[in-house]
């Protein structure tokens, strides 16, 4: 359905002779497939919501492409065309409607702009559906302003939608990090009932346990690089690069208190060698690393399982 290609975003900061640039996202490859949920995580500032952006052509790569059925998007002129396809959902679900509409005259304004061919009594028979679909009852929100609803509910509301558009593709990009977690699962509920009609769902979370819970396949995440990819239960049971090892370490346990094993990397062939170019981003923190792992490439190391990493 949507796939990314040596997908590269670079950033330039400063002036004339002072000029720096930041790879924030370095030759990233991955496929969604029709009813797929693909879950990139990885820490803050490791490239996840750049990503998402350019797939929804809000920033544009600066190499690669991202191949809509074989159709590279940014070569797709119509916008209303792509967006009638691609949609986003985003961390705060405020800032994605107009304030000053109710909701029913938001949907009413998604019909007059992507289904004009449906009649009115038609339509308002669909949303009365597919809200009851995410878990809400039109007669609690379809006559309220955005403020008077929850945050759970705009978000269900955004999922909604997306199901009345029939979109094929939807970037979900951190759409529980504001919510309780008893409105969490809701929210999840509902995205699944995208999956259910095929749409590829890139679902951007810090999370480990709601990308377990949702998602099918998993791209792990290092400054901007793959480090790891593929079956969600193979990564999940065998993650073999040390990242997703401390990153699922990290997940905490009910049964037991938190605690943590500073990685010392004062050893100086470490603190030198992170300045070297062509070595692997991940070495100034990696337990088994030393001065000779270069720049690694994505290996198979089992069945639909990727791990870049040169030890392995």
Same mark, same amino acid.
């Given at each position: 359905?949507?796939k990314a290609k040596n997908l ?16 924030a996202v370095d030759e990233v ?21 750049? +990503?998402?952006? *350019? ?11 991202? /191949? !809509?059925?074989? $159709?590279? &998007? ?100 951190? +759409?529980?990090? *504001? ?11 509902? /995205? !699944?009932?995208? $999956?259910? &009609? ?115």
């Amino acid at each position: 359905m949507i796939k990314a290609k040596n997908l590269t975003k670079v950033f330039n900061s400063g002036f004339l002779f002072s000029k720096n640039t930041i790879t924030a996202v370095d030759e990233v490859n991955f496929e969604i497939g029709r009813g797929e949920i693909l879950a990139l995580v990885g820490e803050s500032g490791s490239g996840k919501s750049t +990503i998402g952006k *350019m797939m929804l052509k809000l920033l544009k790569p600066s190499g690669g492409q991202i /191949l !809509l059925k074989d $159709k590279d &998007i940014f070569s797709i002129s119509n916008n209303k065309e792509f967006y009638s396809k691609v949609q986003g959902i985003f961390q705060d679900p405020y800032s994605s409607f107009n304030p000053i509409f109710k909701v029913n005259r938001i949907f009413k304004l998604v019909r007059q702009s992507f289904k004009k061919e449906v009649p009115a009594s038609e339509w308002n028979d669909r949303v009365e559906n597919v809200l009851k679909k995410v878990g809400l009852n039109a007669g609690d929100v379809l006559n309220k302003y955005i403020h008077q609803l929850s945050g759970g509910q705009l978000q269900r509301l955004l999922i909604a939608r997306a199901l009345l558009m029939d979109v094929e593709v939807l970037v979900a990009d951190e +759409i529980t990090s *504001m919510l309780d977690a008893s409105t969490r699962v809701d929210v999840l509920e509902a /995205l !699944l009932s995208l $999956k259910e &009609i095929g749409a590829a769902i890139m679902f951007i979370t810090h999370d480990l346990s709601q990308a377990y819970y949702i998602s099918d396949k998993i791209v792990v995440l290092y400054r901007g690089s793959v480090v790891e990819m593929g079956s969600i239960e193979k990564v999940f049971s065998n993650p073999r690069h040390p990242y997703t090892q401390m990153l699922l370490d990290s997940i905490p346990q009910l049964d037991r208190k938190w605690e943590t094993d500073r990685i010392d990397i004062e050893d100086s062939d470490k603190k030198q060698a992170i300045w070297k170019e062509g070595l692997c981003k991940y070495i100034d923190r990696c337990p088994i690393a030393d001065t000779s792992c270069f720049k690694p490439t994505l290996k198979l190391v089992e069945e639909d399982h990727y791990v870049a990493c040169v030890k392995l």
